[in-house]
């Protein structure tokens, strides 16, 4: 008897699915909310506010306020119900999760029109985005001036890297080389790479990357203008 009850309890234990572990891991979408909401946040000090709610915080970005809570809830309890969050520590908790709490230094390959605007763009450095180190392969270019910067040979980029403790590397070099720059970044240590360059780029596993690509967004805008009011099957046959 005893026997038998053991072997039913076995079956039911075997017969019981098993709870898949929660990932730990946060997706690029809330990471990119958070950023829009360290900006919300940011507005917020400026007009002097020190408390907010989830649901001012979504309509500010366009989403509801479960959606801020649920991102927010990766990182642990923030705010009480009823009384919103603290505007200052909120922001700063935000600022450590983007890792914003502290400076980066960065290098520019490209000393292009976009290279140079990237250089003079004064937001990177004010949220601790230090541009030390800028590099092209153009002889034409190099050892001239980029803003208070001098622009390096590409092909001293390692030794160089590693002197100024570069962690992010921004990539503003035409399509056709872009590829064999990150190479080459990814070669010399650089495990974070912000790419302007009109392509896809590939790296191994381990390095980050993010694309800007502003001839897809402003084809995005361009297709909201053109299928405005059109079903996606209508569009070709209008």
Not at 76 to 99: E, K, N, T
Not at 233 to 238: A, E, G, H, S, V
Request: with cysteine; glycine share 6%; hydrophobic share 40%.
């Amino acid at each position: 008897m005893a026997e038998e009850q053991t072997k039913r309890k076995l079956r039911k234990k075997n017969a019981r699915p098993k709870r898949q572990k929660a990932s730990n891991r946060v997706s690029d979408a809330t990471v990119k909310r958070l950023s829009k909401y360290y900006r919300t946040l940011q507005n917020a000090l400026s007009a002097e506010k020190t408390t907010i709610s989830s649901e001012e915080i979504g309509r500010l970005n366009g989403l509801t306020a479960a959606q801020v809570r649920k991102d927010l809830s990766f990182f642990g309890a923030f705010g009480r119900r009823g009384l919103g969050y603290s505007v200052v520590d909120l922001h700063r908790a935000i600022s450590r999760i983007l890792g914003l709490h502290r400076t980066w230094n960065v290098c520019l390959v490209g000393a292009g029109n976009i290279g140079t605007a990237l250089v003079h763009f004064k937001q990177f450095a004010e949220q601790g985005f230090l541009i030390k180190c800028v590099f092209d392969s153009d002889p034409q270019k190099i050892g001239k001036a980029v803003g208070s910067l001098k622009v390096h040979d590409f092909s001293q980029i390692k030794p160089l890297i590693e002197e100024e403790n570069i962690k992010i590397a921004v990539v503003a070099v035409p399509a056709f080389v872009a590829q064999k720059v990150v190479d080459q970044l990814v070669d010399a240590g650089i495990r974070a790479i912000l790419n302007f360059a009109p392509i896809s780029i590939f790296v191994p596993k381990g390095v980050a990357v993010r694309n800007e690509n502003m001839a897809i967004e402003i084809e995005a805008l361009s297709y909201a203008l053109s299928s405005k009011g059109q079903k996606p099957r209508q569009i070709l046959t209008d």
